[in-house]
């Protein structure tokens, strides 16, 4: 399809017609590569269909440069082979001489040719043409006219000066920046041209219509703006990109609108590679320097690169501009990435390694960033510079402080190819590498430690090396990483005996190894031990003594051995005394706000965690920016502010599934849990499911979380029957905690509502003596709230009880709920009616719509039913919730993403006003 080339085609037209009345021309088409000037050239035999216009083509290559006359002979071909029969009849015995002195020279080997042969050949064919001109009009076209062979160029410039009197239109077309587009004999074709025509890139309209042509359908439009600009307009790279994007079976929606401005498709890039090998020497040389330095290399430095002198240079910039590889004609930046791969694959492996070997010298010389320099030794394999280790492991720290470890990763890796012997330098290369990993890698991390360790010398370098393993916070350790600090424990000794740098790392030693023991109840009831002989007012002055604190503060709020004042009291002070602005995720300070999420004393955190993404962190990386996010969304949940917390939620699951670690999955399980989103929780689900090694803490708060969303969907039996094993497992290893773990909460409505009501007070009481125990107001008032609603209507003076110990608690929808419970419980009266009137206002607060209208059916209040029209998708989404699928099966069903399923449920959800799956079967309309 050729699009917006009406003009150039109504030009040729004109100059056809005119040929008619005798006047002749020569039209040059010009352009970049890739522009069209071909495509254009194909399509103008259709001006002649139905006319008296006889049609001569040529095309020449650069494979056929050597054969003389080559060209002259395929037009010739054309006019002699497409002649009527009646003609052919008539052709004259000087037509068949110059057809045999063609035939004799489009050889090599043609050798020399005698005065009198070439004047035959140079005027014998024009003269062809003039008896071809009487009877039609001659539309004579040459393709690429850069690589036509001298002898017919030589004949083309003839023609070109004695066109009058032949009713001919003669069409050449000439690529932009090619060297041969200089020869005298090109040049003096060119310059005889009557008019010249530059075919303009493509718009947006019509990569819109090439779009809809290529794939039977239209575009969205962010991606039809993706192709326009990847492209440039330009039609050979558009098409690549089209074809390349469909190949791959991306259809033209706006969510492959990013893979479709990255994409490099490998046709265009074999292409370009073998138009670049036949490119001139300095425009090679300038393309493999610009292709070495990609965004990184001004053009002096280029320049030098390229080995060329400041006219060598000029020249071969302009010519890549002219071609249409660059994207500025003063800066060498390459117009689309698909050129780059293009100038390295024109190159062989020896001569890319050479090229960025002389770059990075440059470079150094230059003192330029360690990173800069890096990323070319990371394509050398087999020399290596006296500094390169030094500047790659410089590299390595810079790409760690900007929060990118795999990148240092890669740089240390390199390093360590260049460094064979096994020494105390190799063994701190392994350190920085490890150090790079344990935030996406942990088992390498191990890994690389152990090998380090082993060329250390000292016990103390040895117990530092341990300490970069990241700590499984709530997860089961490795053996590996356990008996590396178990060496090293007793290499350094007791931290009593100890002072100074010492004492700091057997501190942090020994919390690691406790934290380890997590889940075993004896070790559980050795820390609380601990914690107990560290007094009342324990020392927190230096990182290690807070992160020890943390340990058995955690600890203690597992088993509940601690209430929730004194956990409160401790953790605060490590808050106070801790930097705000460090990187948590390879610490055990995390403990401290699970601590203080479930002693429900947040406030010094919000504030805390506020100041920490305020303030960029050295050494950050994407788990502590998950962590950060699910710690947010922890404490918003706690506050009642369930919008903001869901905010914070749908950040960090935008972040790399490899970042998140086992404290960041709980989090966002518990917020998931509170925020009663089944669409949301199956999606951390998803997320989580299958990790490796997951503790006890993951899998039942994933276990939890799971039951939930059973119950939602209807699958209430299965649902309790997970949780009262979560219970029994969490029970072995002595976890009382149900501010953490609330699985009884959950089981005593399911017992509740599956007619087992003996089971659930039961659990109702243990749960309440629990939270009498822990002291912590929101749990001790849903307690009582659960008592209250088993009892019905001799409830009441629990649902009070429950509502003066909510008062105190800053979990405002918990008092919403045991509001509205408390409301319907009185029936009517004022007690009743400010009950409700409190908790409607509260849950709006809090964005809890669902309760809100729980309260305004309490009073009477809620709006009249409104006729609810859900569209053909959310019906066809919903019938299959009732089947029983989760979204992801139902996004397999329907041919969409998980992520349009959600959209249609949430839009189902807000339409029929319900909360969830288990609600849409009695609220669907008939």
Request: glycine content about 8%; charged content about 25%; some cysteine.
């Amino acid at each position: 399809m050729l699009l917006e080339r009406d003009t150039e085609l109504a030009r040729v037209d004109a100059a056809l017609r005119a040929a008619d009345s005798g006047t002749s021309s020569l039209i040059l088409v010009t352009g970049p590569l890739g522009i069209g000037r071909s495509a254009l050239l194909r399509q103008l035999p259709g001006l002649a269909a139905g006319e008296d216009v006889r049609v001569l083509r040529a095309n020449a290559a650069p494979m056929e440069q050597d054969f003389a006359f080559g060209v002259v002979r395929q037009l010739f071909d054309s006019l002699l082979t497409g002649a009527p029969e009646d003609d052919r009849e008539r052709r004259t015995p000087e037509a068949d001489h110059i057809t045999r002195l063609l035939a004799a020279d489009t050889t090599p080997s043609g050798g020399g040719r005698t005065g009198a042969a070439s004047e035959t050949i140079l005027l014998g064919p024009r003269s062809l043409l003039a008896d071809a001109g009487p009877h039609t009009r001659l539309l004579i076209l040459v393709d690429d006219l850069q690589w036509v062979d001298v002898p017919s160029l030589r004949w083309l410039a003839h023609l070109a000066k004695r066109l009058n009197g032949l009713r001919a239109v003669l069409v050449c077309t000439l690529r932009d920046g090619d060297e041969r587009a200089c020869h005298p004999l090109v040049r003096e074709v060119a310059d005889t041209s009557t008019q010249v025509l530059r075919p303009a890139p493509l718009s947006l309209d019509a990569t819109r219509t090439l779009i809809q042509e290529q794939y039977g359908r239209p575009g969205h439009e962010e991606y039809a703006r993706a192709c326009h600009e990847a492209s440039g307009g330009n039609p050979l790279f558009l098409m690549s990109v089209l074809l390349g994007m469909e190949a791959r079976g991306f259809p033209p929606t706006t969510e492959h609108s990013g893979p479709a401005r990255s994409l490099r498709p490998s046709g265009l890039r074999e292409r370009l590679a073998s138009f670049l090998r036949t490119q001139p020497p300095a425009v090679r040389d300038l393309a493999a320097a610009v292709a070495a330095f990609g965004d990184q290399g001004d053009p002096a430095l280029i320049e030098q690169l390229a080995g060329l002198d400041e006219n060598g240079f000029g020249a071969a910039r302009r010519a890549m501009y002219d071609m249409g590889l660059l994207a500025d004609a003063r800066e060498p930046r390459f117009i689309h990435g698909v050129v780059r791969d293009a100038v390295e694959s024109s190159m062989s492996a020896s001569e890319r390694e050479r090229s960025h070997t002389a770059a990075a010298d440059l470079l150094y010389r230059c003192g330029r960033p360690a990173e800069q320099v890096a990323a070319h030794l990371l394509a050398v394999t087999t020399d290596c510079r006296p500094w390169s280790v030094v500047v790659l492991r410089a590299a390595a720290d810079t790409a760690l402080r900007r929060g990118a470890p795999e990148t240092a990763a890669r740089y240390l890796r390199h390093a360590l190819l260049h460094h064979h012997a096994q020494d105390e330098r190799r063994a701190r290369l392994l350190i920085d590498l490890a150090t790079a990993e344990r935030g996406y890698d942990p088992e390498a991390c191990e890994r690389h430690i152990t090998q380090a360790t082993s060329l250390l010398t000292t016990a103390r370098d040895r117990a530092a090396a341990a300490l970069r393993i990241p700590p499984a916070l709530l997860a089961r350790a490795s053996p590996l990483a356990t008996g590396l600090l178990r060496r090293s424990a007793a290499e350094l000794g007791a931290p009593t005996s100890l002072d100074g740098p010492a004492r700091e790392m057997a501190l942090r030693i020994e919390a690691r190894l406790r934290h380890h023991g997590h889940e075993s109840p004896g070790e559980l009831a050795s820390a609380a031990e601990r914690l107990r002989e560290m007094g009342e007012e324990p020392s927190l002055g230096s990182a290690a003594e807070r992160e020890l604190m943390a340990v058995l503060l955690c600890s203690g709020t597992l088993t509940g051995r601690l209430s929730a004042a004194e956990a409160a009291r401790t953790a605060n002070r490590i808050l106070e005394r801790e930097p705000a602005a460090s990187a948590r995720a390879h610490t055990a300070l995390p403990l401290v706000v699970i601590t203080l999420f479930a002693a429900e004393s947040v406030q010094g955190v919000d504030s805390w965690l506020s100041t920490e993404q305020q303030t960029r962190r050295q050494n950050a990386t994407g788990a502590d920016d998950v962590l950060l996010f699910a710690e947010r969304a922890l404490v918003l949940v706690s506050q009642g502010r369930l919008t903001q917390a869901r905010e914070h939620v749908e950040r960090a699951m935008g972040l790399a599934e490899t970042d998140w670690r086992e404290m960041s999955v709980i989090a966002l399980s518990s917020v998931a849990l509170e925020l009663r989103d089944p669409a949301l929780s199956e999606r951390i689900l998803a997320r989580a499911r299958g990790r490796r090694s997951a503790g006890l803490a993951l899998a039942a708060t994933l276990q939890i979380l799971q039951a939930s969303v059973d119950a939602q969907r209807g699958l209430r039996a299965r649902a309790l029957e997970s949780l009262l094993a979560c219970g029994r497992q969490l029970d072995g290893s002595g976890w009382q905690n149900s501010a953490l773990f609330p699985w009884r909460p959950h089981a005593i409505g399911l017992h509740h509502r599956l007619g087992d009501s003996r089971s659930a007070l039961c659990l109702a009481e243990e749960e309440h003596a629990w939270a009498t125990e822990w002291g912590a107001p929101t749990g001790l008032g849903r307690a009582l709230r659960l008592k209250g609603w088993l009892h019905g209507g001799e409830g009441v003076p629990l649902l009070r009880e429950a509502v003066e110990v909510l008062r105190g608690s800053a979990y405002e929808l918990e008092l919403a709920r045991t509001l509205v419970l408390l409301g319907r419980q009185l029936g009517n009266g004022p007690e009743a009616e400010a009950a409700l009137r409190e908790a409607g206002a509260l849950a709006a607060a809090c964005g809890a719509p669902w309760l809100v209208e729980r309260a305004e059916l309490g009073l009477g209040t809620a709006a009249p039913p409104r006729k609810v029209v859900l569209t053909r998708s959310e019906r066809r989404v919903i019938s299959l919730v009732g089947r029983g699928l989760t979204n992801q099966e139902i996004a397999g069903e329907l041919g969409v993403s998980s992520r349009a399923v959600e959209k249609h449920l949430t839009n189902s959800y807000r339409k029929l006003g319900v909360s969830g799956r288990h609600e849409l079967a009695d609220a669907l309309p008939a």
